[in-house]
């Protein structure tokens, strides 16, 4: 079992910190407190069953995996709706 600090534990899930410490505090994630230089300091256990439960909570890219030119004209489809709607924005503005 591993003992890692919640912004580790964090970076290596790409998660944000505050997920990861609401997790630890709904009981989702085994840790321990450590008083540490007169602060509490959360460790989060790391075990690889626990691990396969978590990763299958943790909501994946919408998109799954994609090749770089998949990516590139799905950012540019985005890019082009997201100029739209600011457009539409601005006319409303206008009127």
Known sequence: MQR???REYAKRHKLSFFN???MVKGGDL???SVI???KEVFYVLMDEAI???ISQKIIPNSHGKLTLQEENQW???ELARLKEKLEACEKSKDK
């Open 30 to 32: 085994k840790s321990e």
């Open 20 to 22: 990861v410490l609401k």
């Open 75 to 77: 950012l540019k489809a």
């Open 36 to 38: 540490e230089n007169g």
């Open 51 to 53: 691990e396969k439960e």
């Open 4 to 6: 890692v600090t919640l």
